[in-house]
């Protein structure tokens, strides 16, 4: 009973969260990151980044190994300080909420800041519907005919429906990589974030499997703001609007070199680094 | 992209009433898994507290000197019993031990090491009643109750034990080690002793230390086999006495006296097992053998 | 040319004999444990005629005496005893699975990271200490303290509507078949823990940090991701253990009681095991009654056998699925 209330009240939330527009706010701007530092114990891993992310448009991170970017992307989600040691500095907005201010709850940052990891990660014990319907289950939402329409449109909306809508009760590690890594993806988007982080997601897939992934990515972002890290300076030239480049610095820690539309970062970067990275002469 | 400019991002972090229950199932059920873990370390801070309480008072130079018919009394004779039908029985053991671990990890078919390790398992799990049962029935008509039948009964507790860690810790050698031996011509027994073993060194001797300390923590095949002894001697030809066996012996006593002795023997039996333990636990904490 | 041959002779010359010495060694062990079953079967042969084996296994009862004669008198059963080892060692499990893979999961998950390693070693190194040791301390310290808190208070309360938990009708004993339980319990504890520290550590991360990606707490990655994934690995560590529980002797026997004739009729009684009544028995057993034990000890041993086999499916099953592409 509660629960079934609960969850008719987000939507009802949610519904409204969609048609306000706050004034004097910058309407394009998702994610306000302010000297962001990441450390793993004394070791500090990212330098004071300051940044913009843009709104329903994907932004990619790239650099050498070692440059701290999957650090700074798992700052986002608050995901860096899962690891035992680790801690974040500086400040990251979200329509006007610090999402490292005292009041928040990470796990329900997790919630509305999806991830998608480096590695396919469907859960074994769980069947393809079930990996989907995950995070519906963390909300509350019982099994039932709602929770299937969900797992459907998520299913489509990662382009993989057609390929398991016979096999719904077979486990999720029953697919191959590519289809593992899109199942994850739906399973990311059912519970409707409006942030989506990929770390590498197509680092472990062949060629065709990685085409598909970014396709779907430009699907994906008509409806969700998407910040994917990528090693593959190609990727990053294709499926993003926005590019980030990080370095890594002498005292081996990360920090931002520069950002801009991707096209310029690609063709006339502003920085003799950026340029030679992307020339391919280091990392 | 001709659509309406879709309206900013509003995110809001507040919590549901669901999500509070969430965080609250959270906090109580870390509390009972830690509450778990502090109750599985109990019992080991009680018996140590016991024991030493029980035991230390009597503990001295004459207890572990002295024979049990001397006065003061000590269990000498029982010490002496326990190291050597374990020593006899580890000296039996240890090749059998590692020669078959070896045998199942280098050279054995993948099959024949599947079987192999089965029948590990299965000697791992016969209980130590039945290997004094077995000696019992088959060897005291020949040896009769003497040292002899007991180490022959600890024997057959300790083989799988050394092979079984013998087999874990030559997986773990890398392969790579092995043929750049071989690569360089040196013929695979000798790739197998000089390279692969020597590597797991430490790892083999876990096994055979593990071994010892089951060895002197056995009761039940004893008390079948090799018995009790008042005699301080280390004739194996005879009954002989064990430390565990005196622990045992004497728990039931009504006469407290006899009942601090078992206390004393138990808190030199542990003491003993607990630096074995200790001695090998460090290097094998991340990979140990079950 | 010339040299090929010699060159392999000189190969073969250490090859073949260490290949026969190891392989000797394995053979060697399996005779030892081929010799231990069939010595044992062998010895109980002469109870067969006396009591047949189904009797045997299903009836009450422990008496046997050779006449001058020659003739046999004897009425063996080992209900009592398989009874005895069944339900101490399920009181064990019951209390030492879930302690017990708690507690690994608390070591893996939530420790402290410089807490996890010293922890780790106090909870499993209580698997170190001799049976004989706890067995002592059990009949001293434990056992007394049990029998005047919890046995009286369950036997007070639930016990007047439950015969089997009611109390002692005798005066009360020192012994009885729910302490054994709880030492079994105490002893099985850290086998659980080591054994499901390892499962649980082969857990991926990556599935961890999946489901904690999507706004999971702790414990839901726990009961939804870990508990799961290790369920199949989690299930060998209870037989294992279950099987060391089984086989248990010494610390059974010195809390346990020598009650050999007929089932309790309460938990607060005492009782025996298969395995203490081996050990209890031997010393003035006569020839028809070594029988008699050999059978209690085939029987200990095909239980043992069973549980060692299914957990090895487990295992190789385990290895499998988490092998699989995670």
């Known amino acids: 009973m509660e629960s079934e209330q609960t969850t008719a009240s987000k939507i009802a939330a949610k519904a409204t969260r969609r048609d306000t527009t706050a004034v004097g706010e910058k309407s394009h701007i998702a994610m306000q990151l302010t000297d962001v530092e990441a450390m793993y114990g004394n070791f500090r891993a990212v330098n004071k980044v300051s940044l913009e992310i843009e709104a329903r448009s994907v932004t990619a991170f790239i650099g050498p190994s070692g440059c701290g970017k999957t650090t700074l992307l798992r700052t986002l989600n608050r995901m860096h300080e899962t690891l035992p040691g680790a801690t974040v500095k500086g400040s990251i907005e979200v329509s006007g909420v610090n999402l490292y201010g005292s009041s928040i709850d990470p796990v329900r940052v997790r919630r509305s800041i999806g991830m998608v990891f480096q590695k396919p990660n469907p859960f074994p014990a769980m069947s393809i519907a079930q990996n989907v319907a995950s995070g519906l289950r963390l909300s509350g939402m019982k099994a039932n005919k709602k929770v299937a329409e969900i797992v459907e449109e998520s299913l489509r909306k990662a382009a993989l429906w057609d390929e398991v809508k016979d096999k719904l009760n077979e486990p999720g590690i029953s697919l191959s990589g590519g289809q593992q890594q899109r199942l994850c993806i739906a399973r990311t988007i059912a519970v409707e974030p409006e942030i989506v982080l990929m770390d590498e997601p197509c680092s472990a897939l062949d060629p065709l499997a990685t085409l598909k992934i970014e396709e779907l990515i430009g699907e994906l972002k008509t409806k969700y703001t998407i910040v994917i890290v990528t090693h593959n300076m190609q990727q990053a030239a294709r499926v993003s609007d926005t590019t980030a480049f990080f370095n890594m610095g002498p005292d081996r820690g990360g920090f931002l070199v520069e950002t801009g539309p991707t096209t310029k970062i690609f063709t006339n970067p502003t920085n003799k680094l950026t340029e030679d990275y992307i020339a391919g002469r280091f990392g | ?290 | ?326």
């Open chain 3, 1 to 326: 040319m010339s040299e090929a041959p010699s060159f392999r002779r000189s190969r073969l010359s250490g090859e073949l004999p260490f290949r026969i010495l190891t392989l000797g060694s394995v053979l060697l062990a399996a005779a030892l444990l081929f010799t231990l079953v069939a010595v044992i079967m062998e010895k109980s042969l002469i109870l067969w005629p006396v009591e047949a084996p189904l009797t045997f296994l299903t009836s009450s009862g422990w008496f046997g005496s050779t006449a001058p004669s020659g003739v046999i008198t004897a009425a063996f059963g080992a209900l009592p005893m398989i009874w005895g080892t069944l339900v101490t060692s399920l009181i064990g499990i019951a209390v030492a699975a879930p302690i017990g893979i708690f507690a690994a999961i608390y070591l893996v998950e939530l420790a402290p990271k410089r807490l996890a390693a010293p922890l780790t070693f106090l909870v499993e190194i209580v698997a170190a200490i001799p049976s004989v040791v706890i067995g002592l301390w059990a009949l001293g310290e434990l056992s007394p303290r049990l029998r005047d808190s919890i046995e009286w208070w369950v036997a007070s309360t639930v016990g007047q509507f439950i015969p089997w938990l009611s109390e002692d009708p005798q005066q009360p004993s020192d012994t009885s078949v729910f302490r054994s339980g709880i030492v079994l319990a105490i002893m099985i504890t850290p086998m659980v823990a080591a054994v499901s520290r390892e499962v649980i550590r082969s857990v991926p991360q990556s599935l961890r940090e999946g489901l904690v990606g999507m706004g999971a707490t702790k414990w839901e990655t726990i009961r939804l991701v870990i508990l799961p994934t290790a369920k199949v690995g989690l299930l060998g560590a209870v037989l294992l253990a279950f099987g060391r529980a089984i086989g248990e002797t010494i610390a059974v026997r010195l809390t346990i009681g020598m009650n050999i004739s007929e089932i309790p009729p309460t938990l607060f009684q005492p009782g025996s095991s298969i395995a203490a009544q081996i050990a209890g028995a031997f010393g003035e057993a006569s020839p028809i009654e070594k029988g008699a034990l050999a059978g209690l000890g085939l029987s200990l041993f095909i239980l043992t056998l069973t549980l060692s086999l299914i957990v090895r499916l487990l295992m190789w099953r385990s290895a499998n699925r988490m092998g699989a592409r995670t």
């Open chain 2, 1 to 290: 992209m001709n659509q309406a400019p879709l309206p900013n991002i509003r995110l809001d972090f507040s919590l549901t009433p669901h999500d509070i229950r969430r965080r609250r199932v959270n906090q109580i059920m870390l509390r009972i898994i830690q509450a778990a873990a502090i109750v599985s370390v109990v019992p080991l801070f009680t018996i140590l507290f016991v024991i030493f309480s029980k035991g230390l008072p009597q503990l001295g130079l004459s207890f572990l000197l002295n024979g049990p018919l001397e006065q003061p009394t000590g269990i000498v004779n029982a010490i002496q019993g326990s190291l050597v039908m374990t020593f006899i029985a580890i000296i039996a053991a240890a090749p059998i031990g590692i020669g078959g671990g070896i045998y199942l990890n280098e050279y054995a078919s993948t099959r024949v090491a599947r079987i192999g390790e089965l029948f590990i398992d299965i000697m791992l799990g016969v209980p130590s009643i039945l290997a004094g049962l077995f000696a019992y029935f088959a060897l005291v008509p020949i040896l009769g109750h003497s040292g002899w039948t007991g180490s022959i009964a600890l024997t057959v507790l300790m083989v799988p034990v050394v092979m079984r860690t013998t087999q874990e810790v030559l997986r773990l050698v890398p392969a790579g080690l092995r043929e750049a031996s071989l690569a360089l011509g040196v013929p695979l027994w000798r790739t197998t002793i000089f390279v692969t073993c020597r590597t797991a060194l430490s790892g083999i001797m876990t096994g055979v230390v593990l071994a010892i300390s089951r060895g002197l923590g056995e009761t039940a095949p004893l008390l079948l086999t090799s018995q009790t002894s008042n005699d301080v001697s280390i004739n194996l030809g005879q009954p002989m006495n064990a430390m565990t066996v005196v622990i045992y012996q004497n728990a039931t006593s009504s006469d407290p006296q006899i009942v601090a002795t078992a206390w004393t023997t138990a808190l030199v039996l542990f003491v003993v097992a607990l630096i074995l333990n200790v001695s090998v636990r460090f290097k094998t904490v991340n990979n140990r053998v079950f």
